[in-house]
Nanobody, 112 residues
């Protein structure tokens, strides 16, 4: 079964950090571009970060540049999103995505 399972979400104070993980199974993970997206209440889902199959090329939404880092470990079939200097406006459900499947999402809440 093709599957993505996110973990690492939670509640954090402004300025804090979280690391999201997304474990892939059922497909050749190392062959595909992977991405993280997020959806805040009442808003459309937006692209946060993307990484190529080898991990050497990344791109970010302007709103997270310099604060978030996407990475991957092809030996572990896992993609990560390191989130630093978190802001209340980063509050959303975060999803990882492969071309053929979405994860179920993990909630990130940034609040004092």
């Amino acid at each position: 079964e093709v599957q993505l399972v996110e973990s690492g979400g939670g509640m954090v104070q402004p300025g804090g950090s979280l690391r999201l993980s997304c474990a892939a199974s059922g497909f050749t993970f190392r062959a595909y571009v992977m991405s993280w997206h997020r959806q805040a209440p009442g808003k459309e889902r937006e692209l946060v970060a993307v990484i190529n199959s080898g991990g050497g090329t990344t791109n970010y939404a302007d709103s997270v540049k310099g604060r978030f880092t996407i990475s991957r470990d092809n030996a572990k079939n896992t993609v990560y999103l390191q989130m630093n200097s978190l802001k209340p406006e980063d509050t959303a459900v975060y999803y990882c995505k492969a071309p053929m499947v979405w994860g179920q999402g993990t909630q990130v809440t940034v609040s004092a």
